[in-house]
């Protein structure tokens, strides 16, 4: 089970750390990523982790400004967000991965989490 967490509302400029907590799986074997889905569009690709730590993709579009991050030792995975924008807003969710590569497919990702909701005002 993946329990996301840490959305909210904040103005553009801002920031938020989104949480995933992993309970029931052992999360370390797993690679974790972040998707979000916008009101009306398709759910997309935000950022990727291996199941170590040591590999990361981040999605082109967002040009370097979130960053995805895991501590196997809380089970936990983040995606930091700085300079959040209106178009950030969206329900983010978090998803595992057995896969022994790293994938920003929807389609590879094995257990979801609930979402999260960012809404960013401007």
């Known amino acids: 089970q993946l329990q996301a967490s840490g959305g909210g509302l904040v103005q553009a400029g801002g920031s938020l750390r989104l949480s995933c907590a992993a309970s029931?799986?052992?999360?370390?074997?797993?690679?974790m990523a972040w998707f979000r889905q916008a009101p009306g569009q398709e759910r997309e690709f935000v950022a990727a982790?291996?199941?170590?730590?040591?590999?990361?993709w981040h999605a082109d579009s967002l040009r370097g400004r979130f960053t995805i991050s895991r501590d196997n030792t809380k089970k936990t995975v983040f995606l930091q967000m700085p300079s959040l924008k209106p178009e950030d807003t969206a329900v983010y969710y978090c998803?595992?991965?057995?896969?022994?590569?790293?994938?920003?497919?929807?389609?590879?990702?094995?257990?979801w989490g609930q979402g999260t909701l960012v809404t960013v005002s401007s």
């Open positions: 998803a595992a991965d057995s896969s022994t590569y790293l994938s920003r497919s929807i389609r590879d990702y094995d257990y």
């Open positions: 029931g799986v052992t999360s370390r074997d797993y690679n």
């Open positions: 982790i291996s199941y170590n730590g040591g590999l990361t």
